[in-house]
Each structure stands twice: as structure tokens, then as C-alpha cells.
């Protein structure tokens, strides 16, 4: 099936269903505003409201007519297809708690798509794309120059935003690594006072995260852990092993 053919037909149940709008969001938007978006084969689709459940059930009976293809219910309750070679995650709609109080603080409109671009991690990670994979929206009116001045910013608070899912400060590390990215000065303030917070991720989850973004990025990944102060609350893998005797920190 092909890419637009797939697009078009989310945007004709949409219709029909008289659903919330549909976007492309996540990684798939960031790509393209750095101009490093060569093919699409990951799609992750909201609508800002619990429609989007909706819109997922009667795409799968759609898709079901003419094609085979995997579905998955995600931990997070996020339904996920894998058609073909391209992957289609639906959003769970995750909220902060709060959220309303913290956007009106801000002055941001409460609206559903607001509350959801708001409680995601990244301004980077928090645009929104059209069906017609043209018109890029910017929530939180910092994405797109966060993106070309190659900063990591937190969409809320770092207090908020680092505490409100538990993998998020390891998560900063991967994609400053991954991306290149700097941290925005008041994110890096922030885990250097509560470095701790690293540890809200499984052993597991910062094993991985950390193994994956020294593979993206080696130098980047240990600068940051010893400048954030973190060596101390990770597991230090194989992998970063080396890492960690470079910066001259082992006893």
C-alpha cells in the first residue's frame, strides 16, 4: 500500500466519522523540518482526543478488506499496526496531570491537542503535521527554532516534564546524542540538581537508552553524563565502559 494512499484513507474516516483532525506527530515531523526525512516508514497519528481510538478500529477494518498486517496493543493502551514496511502508532493521548493549570499559567488555550503536545517531552518531538505532509504547526511556538538551533527543551517545567514519565531523563541524554542536540540551560540546571532522577528508569531501560546513544554518539553521551553528574546513578555497561575511564572518573 502506498504511502499516500494510506494517508488518504485516514483522512476520508476521519471524515466520516466525524472524528478530531488527524496529524502525523513525533519523530516523523522533527525529520522534516531538518530536512532529514528521506523515506516515511514511521507514523505516529493523533487526533488530540480519544477519537483517534476510534479512527484506528475502522482503519483496521479497512486495511483488514485487502491487506494482511500485524496489530499490537501497547502498554501505554496505544494501538500499533505494522503494514508492510510501514509502521502506524496511534496516540494513547497521555496528558500531564495538571495540565490545565500549567497551560493556563502559560496563557496556552486549553485545547485537547494543546494539553497532549504540551505533555510530551520535547518542543522538539511536540509538532504536528498535516495529511498532506506539507503544513508543519508549532504547539508550543518554540519546536521549529529549538530544531535549528539544535536545542533540547522540555515542553512544560523540567520539574514537571522530567517527573511525569519515568524515562524521560535518560531519554534526554539519548536524543541529545542521537540529534546532536545541546540541553536548554534551564533542563541541564535542573538534572544536575536532582540527578537521582536518572534512576526512575529500570536498570534495564538506562542500560539500553545509554548503549544506543553512545552508538549514535560516544563523546556526546559522556560529556553529558559527567557534566549532569550522572556516572554515579547508571549502570555502566560494556559499552560504556570505555566512556567512563576516558573522563578520568574511575577510582
Not at 531538518?34 to 476510534?54: A, R
Amino acid at each position: 500500500m502506498k504511502l499516500h494512499e494510506l494517508l488518504r484513507d485516514i483522512g476520508g474516516i476521519a471524515n466520516r466519522l466525524g472524528t478530531g483532525t488527524p496529524f502525523i506527530c513525533g519523530g516523523t515531523v522533527r525529520d522534516k523540518v531538518m530536512n532529514k526525512l528521506e523515506n516515511i516508514s514511521d507514523l505516529d497519528i493523533t487526533t488530540g482526543d480519544s477519537s483517534v481510538q476510534y479512527l484506528s478500529k475502522e482503519l483496521a477494518v479497512l486495511l483488514g478488506r485487502h491487506y494482511s498486517f500485524d496489530q499490537n496493543i501497547m502498554p501505554d493502551g496505544h494501538v500499533s499496526f505494522q503494514l508492510g514496511n510501514i509502521k502506524i502508532d496511534f496516540s494513547s493521548n497521555f496528558t500531564v496531570p495538571n495540565i490545565d493549570q500549567y497551560l493556563s499559567a502559560m496563557k496556552v488555550d486549553l485545547t485537547d491537542i494543546n494539553r497532549e503536545m504540551f505533555s510530551r517531552d520535547f518542543t522538539c518531538n511536540a509538532l504536528l503535521m498535516k495529511l498532506d505532509l506539507k503544513t508543519i504547526l508549532d504547539p508550543t511556538k518554540q519546536g521549529i527554532q529549538d530544531i535549528r538551533n539544535k536545542i533540547l527543551r522540555t515542553c512544560l517545567d523540567p520539574s514537571i516534564t522530567m517527573t511525569t514519565n519515568k524515562n524521560r531523563v535518560v531519554r534526554a541524554i539519548y536524543m541529545a546524542a542521537k540529534l546532536n542536540f545541546n540541553l536548554d540551560p534551564t533542563l541541564s540546571a535542573w538534572i544536575k540538581e536532582n540527578p537521582s532522577s536518572i534512576k526512575l528508569s529500570s536498570a534495564h531501560s538506562l542500560s539500553e537508552k545509554l548503549n544506543k546513544a553512545a552508538d549514535h554518539n560516544p563523546n556526546k553521551t559522556a560529556s553529558l553524563l559527567t557534566e549532569l553528574g550522572l556516572w554515579g546513578y547508571i549502570p555502566i555497561t560494556e559499552k560504556l565502559q570505555p566512556l567512563y575511564l576516558q573522563q578520568g572518573l574511575a577510582k
